[in-house]
DNA sequence: CTGAAAGCGCTTACAG
DNA sequence: CTGAAAGCGCTTACAG
């Protein structure tokens, strides 16, 4: 079926060794690189890949983990990752461990014995059973979304985000806020975000109420939990750790009757897409993921060939203006 | 660094060939088994899939070629053909081609190449190239959203979803209506939906007012589409070929100021997560494509096995009533 | 510049 | 049941 360099080498009548060297860029003279040339062409010669991957004990191919697949911020870092990689001539293998921490152990050994190149995390929390394995597999690896000590990562920069949409509601005379977070095992989102959100609280000298609740990541378990504070004492504003958060908190509202922003203002951080297609759309901090998606694959290319990379890299943000929060509040101030 | 069947052979004082046999589910003396057994666990040994892969000409690696990942559709898709092939010990490759044909095309070649098991395609439009390619690679090919006489597909049933929606506006009254469609290139969306969707239309005695637009996939061109029709002549009701062209409508009917299903009904197709997060929240035809990803994974198994499988599998649908049509409408009939 | 040979890690007939 | 040998398609020193 598919011709093998032996093919090519009896075509044109040189050596195997011949080719290959012509195929890896080494010098070959004119007459003999024209015939192979010749010769390629004739069979519809391409590389059998595991043959050069069993020599070179190394693929090119950049192993990438993650949580989930339907989500925006995953979608669209692996958009940026893969384009990347292509760019620079790699592979992108993705593995969807569908929020199984377990399974994303499971993960990185299989990578490194699948010879990946490099391997890219997109991270919700760090254990010490990932530290152990990354240390084991002596394979190149990358964080994206959570830092450690230990690890290259590229992350988005959650404390200022939160620091900024922390200013900016209360710039709009916001005073009595309802903070909607989540776990503080995320150090990215439950952490990082939420202090980022309290110095920009410290800094006011007014009174100045805020509440900090937990919840969790999906929609429904967001709503509950925002009708129940609703029910209790029905705050003007929330600040939620998430956008998916947000939406559950507008979904609360809308059974409760309440009508955004005037009733209740809400706000959220991500930047999904969903985000300024409801109506009215969500004032949030939105972050790069296609962009911080392609940093990580320059950067674990780089650790790949051995360069050096800074161990951290910070994403921007920017706050997005939208409709969920009122800009003409008069009370308050 | 990582061991190899030497090693383990030497460890276990056995040849390279029956540690082979034993990994393979060949037969082994109950003494050797033991051996080998220690020796693997003693030296982690793990085989390498390249060198396996290079004897057997062939992966047990499926490669999956999808338009874009940033949509609901492609990742609950993959999602389930994902999982599905982790249950028959096959893995997914997926090469995301940017909504490219050019790109598709060179994708199957290059996963024939890598030696696939066999290919699934996501396929929104099949061109003589496809086929063509389809031919020359001579891997199990499997198509999901498109049919085709000469490939095996698993499809949505566009044509009872389109009917069955038409019945259903009908039945709530509705009788000037505006169809939004797409490019008839695609035949699953373009052609197919619109074919059930008219063909309710002519089971209905009364006079009925339907006119048929069409538009791009994407909200903002459905938006704008949305917004030329409603100023030329406001119908009360848009049925859309897809749930994002029905999101572009909705933003319209926003900012033309008009309220949700009062003024103007809107219906999709697909059961987009997104069209129940929204509020009023949208009625449309769900289409499983989780489900649909599940049943293509088994099939192209099937088929990389040699086994036959039907050529064509029609994927169910359901009708989801929600609150963007008027459920109570009073004129008109 | 070019070629013969060895070897990457595995599997598969073939003997024994 | 077990082992020696050949070979999958490629690359890499090493000679010439």
Redesign the pocket.
Known sequence: MSS???DIAKIAG?????V??Y??GG???D??RKKIEQAIKEAKYT??PF??S????KTNIIGTIVPRLDSYASSQTLIGIDEQLKRLNYQMLISNTSQSLEREIESIYSFANQKMAGIILLATEITEQHIEAFEAVKVPVLLIGQEHPEIHSVIHDDFHAGYAMGHYILEKGYRDIAYLGVTERDIAVGVKRKHGFKKAMEEVQQDCHVHYYETEFNIPAAQAKAREIIHDHQPPIFVCATDNIALGVLKAAYAEGLSIPKDLAVTGFGGYEVTEIIHPSLTTAKFFYQEAGETAAKHIVELVNERSVEKLTISKFKIIERESVDINLKHGI
Chains 1, 2 share one sequence.
């Not at 069993?54 to 004990?57: N, P, Q, S, V």
């Open positions: 093998t360099i032996s040189v050596a195997k060794s011949t290959s060297r195929l890896n010098s070959v003279g007459k003999t590389p059998n043959a050069q069993l020599k070179a004990k």
